[in-house]
């Protein structure tokens, strides 16, 4: 409810809607992209969403397969490397998500659909696989240079995560104040390292978000 009073921004590292559907039940809405409007919390999904789907059956098809399960292990293994994109990217409400059966995204051999997903570490991350990658980045990147408060809620901040350090290096302001929920040392640690700077003091710690929520 906060966000009647203040306005801001939200970069989320998940894939899920959680969010979302809070903020719908607080009789809000989101968007993805900008341009945004009034009473609308604009969240970057830098790591990509479960209600994102890519549409790809079209441009690598298996025929033979039939059953959701074997389309699904067919499907996976080309997560982290084609650039098939056949259409525009399909973005569901959580609602209509949690409706979804396995059969729904995964017809058949020929006509099926890939979650648009990056996972934070590891090999073989094709950031240019999708148009919407590049958006998403680039308005989580605005977020950070116009932001004069940084929340950081429940992440270690790994500098495996390449593109995420990328992001914060190269945006987040020495003046910008910075407000940890969480293992403060190791949040602190992590953000250094990124930034390459020493972070100033006072830096506002909550070890717990029932904590941080309630000073809202």
């Known amino acids: 409810m906060h966000s009647y009073d203040c306005f801001y921004n939200v970069i989320n590292l998940n894939y899920d809607t959680i969010f979302e559907s809070a903020v719908m039940y607080s009789g809000l809405s989101h968007n ?47 997560l982290y490397s084609n650039r098939f994109n056949m259409d525009p990217i399909r973005v569901l409400d959580f609602v209509t998500l949690s409706k979804l ?14 979650p648009v997903l ?14 919407l990658y590049q958006q998403i980045w680039n308005f989580a990147a605005r977020m950070l240079k116009e932001a004069t408060e940084l ?47 020493k972070l100033q003091e006072p830096i506002g710690h909550f070890p717990r978000f029932i904590d941080y929520a309630k000073s809202l």
Do not use: M
């Not at 969403?49 to 690598?60: D, E, F, H, K, T």
């Not at 934070?120 to 950031?127: L, R, S, T, V």
């Not at 992001?167 to 020495?174: A, C, D, E, F, T």
């Open 118 to 131: 990056i996972p934070p570490i590891g090999n073989h991350k094709d950031y240019e696989k999708v148009p």
């Open 32 to 78: 993805y992209f900008p341009p945004n409007n009034p009473r609308t919390i604009p969240i970057a999904k830098v790591h990509g969403s479960v209600n994102w789907l890519n549409p790809i059956g079209r441009g690598v098809a298996n025929p033979s397969l039939s059953k959701p399960n074997d389309i699904l292990r067919f499907a996976s293994s080309l």
């Open 151 to 197: 929340v950081i809620i429940g992440t270690a901040l790994r500098k495996e995560d390449t593109k995420l350090v990328e992001l914060l290096k190269n945006n987040v302001g020495p003046s910008t104040k910075i407000i940890i929920v969480g293992n403060k040392s190791k949040i602190v640690q992590g953000l250094e390292s990124i930034t390459e700077r």
């Open 101 to 114: 059966k396995l059969k729904d995204l995964f017809r058949s051999g020929a006509d099926y659909d890939e």
